[in-house]
């Protein structure tokens, strides 16, 4: 069994700050990739942010320098640090595993979790 479950999400003001958590659980050994997704009504499924299990990460351009994503790797959890939010970040945001090793050496190309709504109010 396999859970990615989110946290954190909420409405906040125009320049106000959130902290996502999405933590996976089940008998997993290790995660490749985690990241952060985002979807607005109207929109594509957008990536945001993602982080290796090595610490290398990426972020879009739109939340580079404003968002932070870590991860622990002992919990099997991602954080996305979310500063300086804006109304254009409003959305559902989706956390990502990619190649999860769970119980009997499988490996999971990849599982979503079922998303956290931010809202930022203009």
């Known amino acids: 069994q396999v859970q990615l479950v989110e946290s954190g999400g909420g409405l906040v003001q125009t320049g106000g700050s959130l902290k996502l958590s999405c933590a996976a659980s089940g008998r997993i050994f290790s995660i490749n990739t985690m990241s952060w997704y985002r979807q607005a009504p109207g929109k594509q499924r957008e990536l945001v942010a993602g982080?290796?299990?090595?610490?290398?990460?990426n972020y879009a351009d739109s939340v580079k320098g404003r968002f932070t994503i870590s991860r622990d790797n002992a919990k099997n959890t991602v954080y996305l640090q979310m500063n300086s939010l804006k109304p254009e970040d409003t959305a559902v945001y989706y956390c990502?595993?990619?190649?999860?090793?769970?119980?009997?050496?499988?490996?999971?190309?990849?599982?979503w979790g079922q998303g956290t709504q931010v809202t930022v109010s203009s």
């Open positions: 990502n595993a990619e190649k999860l090793v769970i119980a009997g050496g499988i490996t999971l190309p990849a599982y």
């Open positions: 982080i290796t299990s090595g610490g290398l990460t």
